[in-house]
């Protein structure tokens, strides 16, 4: 059975850091991806970020991203999304969430297991 853990989240302030994590059992790092998405109240849920754990190619879904940054520690079988200089509106329900595929393959087919989320609160 794969279970996904997210948690890391809090309330900061404004122009503040959090780092996420996401800890993975039933699922071994390499196996495939492992993503990030958010989903803000009253709004749709969207993808943040997704690693491909064979290779660690990271990809983001605002291109030009500079404020995130997704990782993998393989030996803690754990991916980390550090946010910084985080605004209102990363105010969100985090989730973490994998599949047997690549990113690429996700954009097209979806992740295969999720989390619960943690939520993300950015005080302005």
């Known amino acids: 059975e794969v279970q996904l853990q997210a948690f890391g989240g809090g309330t900061v302030q404004a122009g503040g850091s959090l780092r996420l994590s996401c800890a993975a059992s039933?699922?071994?790092?390499?196996?495939?991806?492992i993503g990030w998405f958010r989903q803000a109240p009253g709004k749709e849920r969207e993808g943040v970020s997704c690693?491909?754990?064979?290779?660690?190619?990271?990809w983001y879904s605002d291109p030009g991203n500079v404020r995130f940054t997704i990782s993998q520690d393989n030996a803690k079988n754990t991916v980390y999304l550090q946010m910084d200089s985080l605004k209102p509106e990363d105010t969100a329900v985090y989730y973490c969430?994998?599949?047997?595929?690549?990113?690429?393959?996700?954009?097209?087919?979806?992740?295969?297991?999720w989390g619960k989320g943690t939520l993300v609160t950015v005080s302005s």
């Open positions: 039933g699922f071994t790092l390499g196996d495939g991806a």
């Open positions: 969430s994998a599949a047997r595929r690549s990113c690429e393959a996700v954009r097209h087919y979806g992740m295969d297991y």
């Open positions: 690693i491909d754990t064979n290779n660690g190619r990271a």
